[in-house]
């Protein structure tokens, strides 16, 4: 490999070259595991452990709160069942409630309930009629996995579907028919009113938070330029500008007309963008930057979240000369400034370069045409609809007591957005038996009455807190309150726990099986095609970053960088989805969990790639020789490389020589494609 110094005076290809092996594996206790054969698997531990999520201490206190009301006024009203019911669409409100913008919030706990109320209503229906209730569930199973790939608010729609209709066909419901799902559909809205009392206090300052949390995430990347952290914080950085762009830009496309709060945000975030590019080429540079360039970010951060508009002095020191790197971020660091302050959302100049949101309406036909034509919905619809058959066969037909916790499970369980189908059976397994002890102690030493609603404020208050510990946790949480709800409609006490352990073991087994080993897609996982694809994207970026304008005029050129910027947005937010699916694979057992490791090294090595293309342009931008016509080999290269990625299982290590003398200015670039060529060549 070459070691050529870039002209901005960089030792950091050194520098990174030492930390490399560091950035390769993502979790190195991995090694130390394997050393102890007694030790429990790392896709299990993995798991285990608690996230580091700071607690949502609002959340937990709306949720104690929705929960335990409603069952005080059943108690207050002679009627507890009602106030169960109130309470367990409550449940639904609180688990949906993962919004920060109000407006999202309506649509995230809203539009679910809605679902909500025809699942139960149907499963009230067929309830003890046999294979009725099995043909129906299993068609509510269909097309709840199918709707569950179009977004967010659509999973939860398409979960909340099948659970109350799994719940509805397996517990008793008062008469008539219409009641449950009316009491479920309050409790759900008692939460969204819970949600949205903060409101006309607290008005834009979600979408103003987020538009300061990117500002503070890039201070945190400028902070760590030249240092092996670098790249964990980039990470962090694409979250928070993907987080914030969702919010004002989803918000704008449901507001017509100016709204001059809005172009603020929109303006103060687009100025981000500039820093963004520069950061890669001022960490190539192999030295940290002043510290006067974060703190004077974080006073932008903090100038954003409280709307001031009076002007900052930047105490900035002068960028070296002969260095577009330095001159790059003080430039992009003074125009956001200028921005952040400026007083007259007139002279901001808004546009939606980055990418506006399609009308709802547009995009709800083209959400309804993807699901029908798309073979991995009809797969997963498929998949879930088998497991719930299965499930609720043994349930509704079988001569043998069992109860709807086994068809409920599987829902939890064979959900394609929480994680490893596989890790996630034996986490809910765990995490069953965790909350199982809990309602073991409560059904045992509480008398059924009024104690009921402290101990569901309690219970319900853990529901948030331990959601953002991991999957186990919320199992674990979610568990005793369903028992005590349980108790509260059929009365069976104490005696709910064992059977409920044997139902959610049968449960676990009926995924593992008939959702997991029967797929060969499930552990023969496609994460190869999915990084070839990110591959090309690489490519196309490298191609669309050194392209020559179509015409020699400003608009020309202004055409030409608005596609760049959209180009380099989109392949930041796919690769963001790439490293998910692949760490997320990384928690399954072998094989997929041993290719998903071996695969990892070239996911770092093409995010390397596109900092180093961004690197690049950026130096250009700023007086850099740019590269000759004879650099499009690079593009050629990667799309070798996504070729030789597709037709392999498993990356073969090759030495790989690199350009003789590439263009001073792609270096770096050149640098990281030989090394991804070097580690990934079949």
């Known amino acids: 490999m070459s070691t050529q110094r870039i002209p901005d005076g960089s030792t950091a290809w050194r520098n990174r070259a030492r930390h490399r092996d560091r950035s390769r594996d993502p979790d190195r206790s991995r090694d130390r595991s394997r050393q102890n054969p007694l030790a429990p698997p790392e896709w299990l531990l993995k798991g285990l452990r608690p996230g580091s999520a700071p607690v949502p201490w609002a959340a937990v206190v709306r949720a104690g709160v929705a929960l335990a009301t409603p069952l005080a006024v059943g108690f207050a009203a002679d009627e507890p069942e009602y106030g169960a019911l109130v309470s367990m669409g409550a449940l639904a409100g609180v688990i949906g409630d993962t919004a920060d913008a109000y407006r999202m919030r309506i649509l995230n706990i809203a539009v679910p309930q809605l679902f909500g109320a025809a699942g139960v209503a149907l499963g009230t229906l067929v309830y003890g009629r046999g294979w009725l209730a099995v043909g129906a569930l299993t068609l509510v199973a269909l097309v709840s996995g199918m709707i569950s790939s179009i977004g967010t608010v659509a999973s939860v729609s398409g979960l909340l579907l099948l659970l109350n209709a799994v719940v509805g066909a397996g517990l008793p419901m008062p008469e008539p028919w219409w009641t449950a799902p009316l009491l479920l559909t309050a409790g759900g809205m008692f939460v969204l009113l819970l949600t949205l009392l903060g409101w006309p206090l607290r008005g834009r300052l979600p979408e103003r938070a987020a538009v300061a949390a990117a500002y503070r995430s890039l201070a945190d990347l400028l902070e760590a330029a030249g240092e092996p952290e670098y790249e964990e914080r980039r990470h962090a950085v694409t979250q928070a500008l993907d987080q914030a762009y969702d919010l004002v830009l989803g918000r704008r496309a449901r507001e017509h007309g100016r709204n001059a709060s809005l172009a603020r945000m929109l303006a103060q975030l687009n100025a981000v963008i500039p820093l963004v590019e520069a950061a890669p080429a001022a960490h190539l540079r192999g030295r940290p930057l002043p ?392």
């Open 291 to 682: 510290p006067e360039v974060p703190a004077a970010v974080r006073r932008l951060a903090d100038a954003v979240e409280a709307g001031r508009t009076e002007p900052l002095v930047l105490d900035l020191p002068e960028p070296p000369e002969g260095q577009p790197a330095a001159l790059a971020v003080d430039h992009a660091l003074r125009h956001a400034a200028g921005i952040v302050h400026e007083r007259d959302p007139e002279r901001l100049n808004v546009d939606d370069r980055l990418g506006r949101p399609a009308a709802l309406r547009i995009r709800f036909r083209r959400a309804a045409r993807n699901v029908l034509v798309s073979g991995a919905s009809w797969r997963y619809g498929l998949r879930l609809a088998l497991c719930i058959g299965l499930a609720q066969a043994l349930v509704s037909v079988v001569e043998v007591e069992r109860s709807y916790w086994i068809p409920l499970t599987v829902t939890f369980v064979l959900k394609p957005d929480f994680g490893s189908v596989f890790s996630r059976a034996v986490l809910r397994a765990l995490g069953t038996a965790g909350g199982l002890v809990i309602a073991a102690a409560v059904l045992a030493e509480v008398p059924r009455g009024w104690w009921d609603v402290p101990v569901m404020a309690l219970l319900g208050a853990l529901i948030p807190a331990f959601s953002v510990k991991g999957y186990a946790f919320q199992t674990a949480a979610i568990t005793p309150v369903i028992l005590l709800l349980s108790d509260l409609l059929n009365h069976s006490g104490f005696d709910l726990i064992r059977p409920r352990l044997l139902d959610s073991l049968i449960g676990c087994a009926i995924v593992l099986v008939a959702g997991y080993l029967l797929w060969p897609e499930s552990w023969h996982a496609r994460i190869g095609d999915r990084l070839a694809d990110a591959v090309d994207d690489a490519a196309a970026y490298v191609e669309r970053a050194f392209a020559v304008p179509a015409g020699s005029d400003a608009a020309a050129a202004r055409a030409a960088r608005t596609a760049r910027l959209q180009a380099r947005r989109r392949i930041y937010r796919d690769l963001a989805g790439v490293r998910t699916e692949f760490q997320r694979a990384l928690t399954e057992p072998p094989p997929t969990g041993t290719r998903a490791a071996a695969w990892w090294p070239l996911v770092v090595a093409v995010e390397r790639i596109v900092d180093a293309t961004t690197a690049a342009r950026v130096r250009v931008n700023h007086g850099a020789e740019p590269p000759g016509a004879a650099e499009a080999g690079v593009a050629a290269q990667l799309r070798g490389l996504a070729e030789g990625v597709r037709s392999s299982a498993m990356p073969v290590a090759v030495h790989v020589r690199g350009p003789a003398s590439p263009s001073a200015v792609l270096v770096p670039l050149h640098q990281e494609v030989t090394a991804a060529r070097a580690l990934a060549r079949p």
